[in-house]
DNA sequence: TCGATGCTTCGGCGCCTGCCGAAACATCGG
DNA sequence: CCGATGTTTCGGCAGGCGCCGAAGCATCGA
């Protein structure tokens, strides 16, 4: 070797990192922040590229441990390896240039509005809505941020007041901050995070915009999200 | 252009990865994982490449907001942006392929195992003192996990007889939890990691091992860790 | 003022890697 | 069994990027 001590630890981080350093399987990951599973095929469409492309791409990131597959038939479905990936990838985002390049169509100013008021990231909410929903229960005192971030006794009866189930017993902490990409701010992850949002499917409160990871807030939504925490409509409501 | 859309969100994501792609500026940021500024020359040397080399490095790292610097005279010394980017760092580098390469020198082993025994993290202590000290606060119920990581009132009491500060007020959250990348379990970070690192080598219970990361337990520090924690005597003599 | 030292700029070289299309293979629905 | 569809393999091409050395600039110590 002609380097005196060929990088101890700098290669095996830099061979995580060159996973996520290409465009295209920057583009997979993103879109597999929804925490559902996408066939090799819909990755390519989404990202532009030829299937072959594709399946090159999806085999160095399931070999990187990034993401997991499944096989069904013909078809073969990835989604991400786990909340620690999609905590990762949001960590990393949230690092990028803090010029948000400006869209370059209609369409594409529209669903970045969209998703900037509300959307999933991997297993729970975020956007605006979930920064104000942070804000709000943590001004409620059902968060406290003093010594790292718990959910207070008055916090546990409020989420049993909603009919929230959190699963118990999971090595997962259960309250965790996620810095959102679009707000600069954190909001509520982790296991309560998750169960929150999966609640809120399950009641109607909120609906997928299409496929995409962008929700929009129902009318039942809002309805509870005003009783429960006093968030004014305004806020709410997309215009 | 001529892909469809361009890789909307992924293309900021990848150009934050790109800069931990290269095993050479990789291996610059694992070396300022010490949590000290370098120069250029120094950096340049451990890694093994030409002056020329770093500066372009140094530049890109400088530039994507991963690496801060400061000029005196005719040094350019740099240090990472802060301890967002020591987090990141560390959440990839615990992702990297299960199989640590074997080292290739006996020195190479030596060094390996005094880091994995003790060494800092950026600003807080790491390897497996760090991890067997982490646990045992929270078995003696100074640390909470149950509802995100926090500090308890015996916490902070116990933290007060050691003589730690915790400088107080700042947006910094107070514990949080760092994954190990050789134990492969969680220390101690966050705020009071840091306060307790430092009064550790106020205090002398701990110094550093030549200019590495990895540090040495000194006799008063035995002491001080089987009086305040308990920890038997042979976990803390590295053999 | 003058050498030594640290850093930067600039060409130029070579490899690495992402891309595609064509062809082969696997699976599904009849 | 057959066409349609999803996926994989394989060449081959082109651009990007990391590397170096030489030369130039800035700063330090004397």
């Known amino acids: 070797m002609d380097t005196p001590h060929a990088h101890p630890a700098g290669t095996d981080l ?6 996520l ?3 295209t399987r920057a583009s997979f990951c993103v879109a597999l922040l929804d925490g559902r599973a996408w066939t090799a095929t819909e990755l390519a469409r989404h990202a532009g590229v030829a299937a072959s ?27 991400l390896a786990g909340p620690h990936v999609a ?19 209609l369409s594409a100013a529209g669903r970045r509005k969209a998703l900037a008021h509300a959307r999933t990231c991997y297993d729970h909410l975020a956007g605006a809505v ?4 942070t804000d709000t229960m943590t001004e409620r005192g059902l968060l406290d941020w003093e010594h790292g971030l718990r959910l207070t006794g008055d916090g546990e009866a409020w989420l049993g007041r909603l ?15 996620c810095l959102d990409w679009t707000e600069r701010r954190s909001h509520l992850a982790g296991a309560v995070g998750a169960a929150m949002c999966r609640h809120a499917f399950d009641a109607g409160w909120i609906t997928r915009i299409g496929t995409t990871r962008a929700v929009a807030v129902t009318a039942a939504g809002r309805q ?16």
């Open 53 to 79: 492309t594709a399946t090159e791409h999806l085999n160095a990131l399931v070999r990187g441990n990034l993401l997991a597959e499944e096989r069904q038939g013909r078809h073969r479905y990835v989604r």
């Open 130 to 133: 979930a920064v104000a929903i």
């Open 163 to 177: 009919g929230v189930t959190v699963p118990a017993g999971t090595r997962r902490p259960s309250v965790r901050s």
């Open 14 to 19: 830099a061979s995580v990192a060159r996973l």
């Open 224 to 239: 509870a999200l005003r009783d429960h925490l006093g968030l004014p409509a305004e806020l709410l409501s997309r215009k």
């Open 21 to 23: 350093a290409d465009g």
């Open 87 to 105: 905590e990762l990838i949001e960590g990393l985002a949230a690092m990028a240039p803090g010029r948000a390049s400006p869209p370059r169509s």
